[in-house]
Nanobody, 131 residues
Framework: QVQLVESGGGLVQAGGSLRLSCAFSGGMFGTYVMGWFRQAPEKEREFVSAISWSGNTVGTIYADSVKGRFTISRDNAKYTVSLQMNSRKSKESAVYYC??????????????????????WGPGTQVSVSS
């Protein structure tokens, strides 16, 4: 049974940086696409970034709103995926979720950008950005 646990959330000032991590267990990490989503109060869950891996090729996808500021990475030896978030904006306060589904297709935007494409979710970690 695959389990995901996020960590690293907290309070950060606008313009500051924060790094989130997601620990993966219970499956073959290298065969899973890993994604990050966020959900603010009374809003729908929103795609942030996804990373896929096949052989020596890594594929990453970012929402337009975070391109150039966020960086997703994965450590296949430690079974973790991280999200480095720089230049935070106050409107980005939300619960951040780690998600996964089994696939080795690189950068499959048709699935990776949508919550319905994922079948495993972590409990989420709160990130608050103060203005």
């Amino acid at each position: 049974q695959v389990q995901l646990v996020e960590s690293g959330g907290g309070l950060v000032q606008a313009g500051g940086s924060l790094r989130l991590s997601c620990a993966f267990s219970g499956g073959m990490f290298g065969t899973y696409v890993m994604g990050w989503f966020r959900q603010a109060p009374e809003k729908e869950r929103e795609f942030v970034s996804a990373i896929s891996w096949s052989g020596n090729t890594v594929g990453t996808i970012y929402a337009d709103s975070v391109k150039g500021r966020f960086t997703i990475s994965r450590d296949n030896a430690k079974y973790t995926v991280s999200l480095q978030m720089n230049s935070r904006k106050s409107k980005e306060s939300a619960v951040y979720y780690c998600a996964a589904y089994p696939d080795k297709t690189i950068s499959n935007r048709a699935r990776q950008m949508y919550p319905a494409g994922y079948d495993k979710w972590g409990p989420g970690t709160q990130v608050s950005v103060s203005s």
